[in-house]
């Protein structure tokens, strides 16, 4: 039986001084393992000397394929490069800093072949920002049904999963998340968590706490609320609009049977009917637009279906 081939895809920014370790440590994983295995490293627009040094790495290892961006457009955009430049069937994600270890990428794949389409590391060891990925992953856990520990770890996942998914700015954090709400089947294992030995880390800072929070209420907007959006806009619209009107009763009844008129009652009665009508407006509007978009994603799917199929008949033809 010919053993399908699995893509190590692996981002990196100013990763210089790991790609050499890390390397090995793969090559080794590999030759161990016995599984078909190929690495794409995306450079994502590093400024010390990272792709030069995956250049010179990629001269020792045959399988290594290396893709450059000029400048850097983020994780998120680095994955998506090294899944377009990948026809492997299983892709696996893992980061460039030495913090996993290569050697849990068999135990992700032994435990996608008991039929699962995403297998996530859950991290275990003493790490900078352990409470606030707790926080985070205790959210994510709520708000999005999740079924493991850990969302932001190394994971093994299918490729039909990445190209049923849309992919945002910064949200390959939510990849397990937005692949749970297609259906997909999330399963996890327990990985290594090593300290960084070189380099400084993409995330720290404070900003990247707020950037993550809203991160994480956009795409629950996007997988919940957006999905029947009038409903959302409509009843929150509608909740205003009755309690304008009970409120002008209110004032009509204070006017004219207790003579006593109190204008702020007026301009609350306006206030709240018009945001009812601007949230029936923008829930109209969401609907035209979430219909526009899932005709499209039909649109998208039809074309990649003929496109496997007439693949198919073309392998046909030559096997004739």
Known sequence: ???????????????????????EEINDMINEDGRVYEVVLIDDGSSDGTYEEAKRLKEKYPYLRV????????????????FRHSDAPVIVIMDAD??????????????????????????????????????????????????????????????????????????????????INKGFKVSEVKVKLRKRKFGRSKYAGKGRVVI???????????ISLLKKPF???????????????LVGIYGLIQRFVYQHGYR???????????????LFTVGFITEAITALSERIKRLEREVIQRGSSSGSEEDKKQDK
């Open 1 to 23: 039986m010919v053993q399908e081939k699995i893509t190590i895809i692996v981002p990196a920014y100013n990763e210089s001084d790991n790609l050499a370790p890390l390397m």
């Open 212 to 222: 993550g929070v809203m991160d994480l209420l956009s795409v629950k907007m996007q």
């Open 67 to 82: 893709y450059h961006h000029r400048i850097n457009l983020g994780k998120t955009e680095a994955i998506l490069t090294g």
């Open 231 to 245: 409903l959302f806009f409509g009843t929150l619209g509608g909740v205003l609009i009755i309690l304008g009107v």
């Open 264 to 278: 702020p009652i007026l301009y609350l009665v306006i206030l709240l009917i018009v945001s009812g009508l601007v």
């Open 98 to 179: 030495l913090q996993f270890d290569a050697y849990d990428i068999p135990k992700l794949l032994d435990e996608m072949e008991k039929g699962y389409d995403i297998v996530t590391g859950w991290k275990q060891g003493e790490y900078q920002k352990k409470f606030v990925s707790s926080i985070y992953n205790y959210l994510s856990r709520h708000l999005f049904h999740l079924p493991i520990h850990d969302q932001n770890a190394i994971k093994a996942l299918r490729s039909k999963v990445l190209e049923q998914i849309n992919l945002r700015k910064d949200w390959h954090r939510y990849i397990v998340a937005l692949a």
